[in-house]
DNA sequence: CAGTGGTCTAGACCACGAA
DNA sequence: TCGTGGTCTAGACCACTGC
């Protein structure tokens, strides 16, 4: 039937004008706030809080979806609601993309989620030319065709990031930049090699709920939303050499930046 | 009684293993996306979608629930379901705090929104002494006081930020730095005058669903994402003099920073 | 006033997970 | 098998908006 679910979860106020559900969800989220439920914990399943709050089950649902919408829980099938743990976090510094990074042969992604104690992996790998995206193509300076590499990042088997580079074609093709392995150091490490030393990158970061491809593709709970970074590589020239289109499990990173006062 | 929603909705395939809510969720967000719907405009009403699909009412609500979380589409009561309009994003760009920013009079928001063409506002404004919480604390070289400057900012009448700057007890008390008016320049200027010339910022940057109180402070439609942004301020002898704890409306925003390739 | 969304009930059947 | 959450129905009454 359904034990009790402990003495954490108090009573309703049938005077207040707060919903119901509201109420209910406050409840819960006061308990997890003051550790009475820990990260992981299991939440009282719905028929014991239907049964303690004396309500019905879609009642006891909305709460629940209201926790799930703030990211402070997520359901299992089968199993029952539970604590949303805080996974750990990735720090981007601001210094990430600095030359002396670059020298060794491994990529930036991989040094740092080893040194982390990480697994890291990249997959769908995917390098193709295609015309591009009004906002992409205006970024590089209109150019008719890009080559367009796609890659999604996985720490310990978790996606946390997809990515996508484009770079104008007559820059790319025919180098190693077109191939599914750029090598040591990545394809900033081939374009400075091709001439093109790098000078520097602007980026613009945003935040918002993930669409349902995202949703899939970065196997997201619900109550996480993305961070949007588009970076642009220049070089010494002024020239647009790389767009970087990234969408990132914001429960999965920290971005660091340093300013100048001056 | 329910006119018909028009011919852009079209019918469910009963032979699918996705949910009906989904499919009708789907249906919608696809016509969104393809401007059948465009920006403002009112969605069919749920008695409206009730007949048009043949389901009942919850299971419209469920679908509308599905758009409203993914920022899609806002409900206003007694009204209808809106495609939520994309407001004007405010761009902060990375040269914000440069030292030349700040000769005139007044603060770089109210500079910055008048030349967009916003009317800004600050509000909520309160100063005060207070014990730090751990991690500010860690930041400013645990001080065992600090002065804690709480405001909002609004643009329009629209909230879409609101901030917290600590500094150290001994470098604040006293100055022009602890009144509600920190004067001309703002607080950075003030610090310069008193001998702390500033060096650099550290910005950390996260993405999250708001709280029950940030909801209500920036007046959040669901869907809305809040960035987190925890800027540090280092003077030349490398002392951390201001720490500031920024939460901002994500929909509102876009970060430009500029990164070094050496 | 009629139409809209907001809340709530009391059921039903299903799919998944663990034992 | 049984307890869990997932989906869905067919009602009900309420609160807000606009005419």
Redesign the pocket.
Known sequence: ??ALPSGILGDLDPTSDR????QIADQIREAIDRGRFKEGAK?P????LVEHF??????V??ALAILQSEGLAS???????FVRPRPPVRRLASDRFARRHREQGKSAFTVEAEAAGSKPEVDSLEVREEKPAPDISARLGSPRKVLARRRRYLLDGRPVEAAVSYLPLDLARGTQIAEPNPGPGGIYARLEELGHRLDHFDEEVRARMPSPSEVKMLRLSSGVPVISLIRTAYDTDGRAVEVCDTVMAADAYVLAYQLPAN
Chains 1, 2 share one sequence.
């Open positions: 039937m359904a919903a119901v559900f509201r939440l399943s719905e028929s014991e004396g309500v019905s089950r879609m009642t649902r909305n359901s299992e099938h089968g199993k029952g609601v």
